[in-house]
């Protein structure tokens, strides 16, 4: 589906790009062509990073001149830092084609027991910090006259909710309510936006925070019809094809991927856990029901 030259003469900024889903993306872009910018808060993470997103688009391109990538250490939750990343940026490289807005924060914990500065901080990477990063780099695109897309990294539970995870839940919802909105809004300025609601993506740092006990881990995995976690590079591939010129015409869409595991809300799908599918079957034979 894609070839050497897909984002060819494109150029990305990827927030979070410095590890997990971030950092996928970012080496897949740039192994199709694209020039990555990546930005975080750890800036030792970051040199890493670009390294990794280096190697591998070098390996995947032997006979590609790849774009050198860059990083910038800003937290996008401060406004003023974001808008003077955006103006470096706009010096060195011009504007960008494409913001991925994948910085995130997310943990356990029993709602009645968040304090408001917890709360609080999730709000602001997720909810703040897309807010800041679109605000900022659409008012160029728009004074400039410049097609852009804007790929908005969300959740399953955007919509459903989902219990001990609260402040995500909510920043995770507006956001996914800021990508339709200015889906349409900015329409008529040739901006697409679009997100992805990931399902169970094993990441060094959210997992740990979020399934730390091998025991919840292996009760998770049993709720995934598909049986396994998502790979980063399925993750990767679906965001090349969203920001790509391969789908122009899409725009305010939502694309979940995660296995199935958003279905799991029907009814009787909880049966699927109660025993291997040739006793499923042999019981349900056994309760056909009598013809009177």
């Not at 011009?94 to 009645?112: H, K, Q, R, T, Y």
Request: proline share 4%.
């Amino acid at each position: 589906m894609f070839d050497k030259k897909t984002l060819h003469g494109k150029t990305a900024v990827i927030t979070g790009g410095g590890s997990g889903l971030g950092l996928a993306m970012a080496e897949m872009f740039a192994t199709l062509g694209a020039r990555v910018i990546i930005c975080g808060r750890t800036e030792e993470k970051l040199k890493k990073a670009v390294l990794s997103i280096k190697e591998k688009a070098a390996s995947a391109n032997d006979d590609v001149e790849i774009p050198e990538p860059d990083w910038f250490s800003v937290d996008v939750r401060d406004y003023e830092a974001v808008e003077l990343m955006a103006n470096e940026i706009e010096k060195r490289y011009g504007l960008p084609d494409i913001l991925v807005n994948n910085a995130a924060g997310n943990f356990l914990s029993a709602s009645e027991n968040l304090s408001k500065n917890a709360f609080k901080t999730i709000v602001d990477i997720v909810l703040h910090g897309t807010f800041n990063c679109t605000r900022i780099f659409g008012s160029k695109w728009i004074e400039a006259g410049k097609a852009a897309s804007v790929l908005n990294i969300v959740t399953t539970y955007t919509e459903s909710g989902s219990s001990f995870v609260l402040p995500s839940a909510c920043a995770k919802a507006g956001v996914y309510a800021m990508t339709n909105s200015l889906a349409y809004e900015w329409a008529t300025y040739n901006i697409r936006l679009n997100s992805i609601a990931p399902g169970p993506f094993p990441t060094e740092g959210a997992w740990s925070r979020l399934l730390p006990d091998e025991k919840m881990e292996k009760s998770y995995l049993k709720m995934i019809p598909a049986g396994r976690y998502g790979r980063h590079e399925e993750l990767a591939n679906l965001a090349v094809f969203l920001v790509s010129d391969l789908s122009p015409y899409i725009t305010g869409e939502c694309v979940t991927i995660d296995g199935g595991e958003r279905l799991k809300s029907g009814q009787f799908n909880f049966i699927t856990q109660m025993a291997e599918r040739p006793q499923l079957k042999q019981f349900f034979s056994m309760m056909k029901p009598s013809r009177k």
